[in-house]
């Protein structure tokens, strides 16, 4: 139930095209969903995040789209880019005193130019 | 503004000898902290955190222990190292009630 399951593994987008990356969950107490955006060798950095109160955010080229009775969230890259190609995590927590976020297994994505 | 630093960068140890590495935090006090551990091409597997000095959570049973020794120092460490240990270790922080976790720039260790 303190799963977070991440979906395609990995994904390759023509240079313009649309990156879709979705992640499910069954913890209902979950209340905040945030993207990281992870380059080779690096630490992840927070993308964008997104609580269950609304079903869309946008942020520049990145949208999270968001179904809580379906319990899954996606986030769309529109106009990818070469230098989109990373690894994006999705995440969930449900607060608490130490705030520990549930990640997602991962999808590696390569944009082609 | 927050940092957060790790070192080293890159670690290569021999099988069976100690590990330690350190994560420190500027421009903040009593953050909450995060040892997470990455193996090649996989997720982020949370090992410990912390909400204070000398209170440390395990989230997995292990080769490994971590301690807080100061405010915005944790270091995390190993007495034997063993070849499933090697990956790429991440520090996080946050503070209070905040959720964003802010990532460290990572320690790459192998385990030979």
């Known amino acids: 139930q303190q799963q977070v399951k991440q979906s395609p593994q990995s994904l390759i987008v023509q240079k313009g095209g649309i990156s879709i990356i979705n992640c499910a969950y069954e913890?209902?107490?979950?209340?905040?969903f945030p993207w990281y955006q992870q380059f080779p060798g690096k630490g992840p950095a927070l993308l964008i995040a997104i609580r269950p109160d609304v079903s869309e955010k946008k942020e520049g080229r990145f949208t999270i789209s968001f179904n809580k009775s379906a319990k899954q969230f996606s986030l769309h890259i529109m106009d990818s880019q070469p230098g989109d190609s990373a690894t994006y995590f999705c995440?969930?927590?449900?607060?608490?005193?130490?705030?520990?976020?549930?990640f997602g297994t991962g999808t590696l994505l390569a944009v082609q130019p | 503004s927050q940092t957060i630093h790790q070192w080293p960068a890159t670690l290569v140890q021999p099988v069976g000898s100690p590990l330690s590495l350190e994560c420190t935090v500027e421009?903040?006090?009593?953050?909450?902290l995060y040892w997470y551990r990455q193996a090649a091409g996989r997720g982020l597997q949370l090992l410990f955190y912390s909400v204070g000095i000398g209170q440390i959570s395990s989230e997995v049973p292990q080769n490994l222990s971590a301690s807080r020794p100061q405010d915005r120092q944790f270091i995390l460490s190993s007495k034997k190292l063993l070849l499933s240990d090697s990956g790429f270790y991440l520090c996080?922080?946050?503070?209070?009630?905040?959720?964003?976790?802010?990532f460290g720039p990572g320690t790459r260790l192998l385990v030979l």
């Open positions: 421009g903040t006090s009593n953050p909450n």
């Open positions: 913890n209902t107490a979950f209340d905040y």
């Open positions: 995440a969930a927590s449900d607060g608490g005193a130490t705030n520990k976020l549930i």
């Open positions: 996080a922080w946050n503070w209070g009630r905040q959720e964003t976790q802010y």
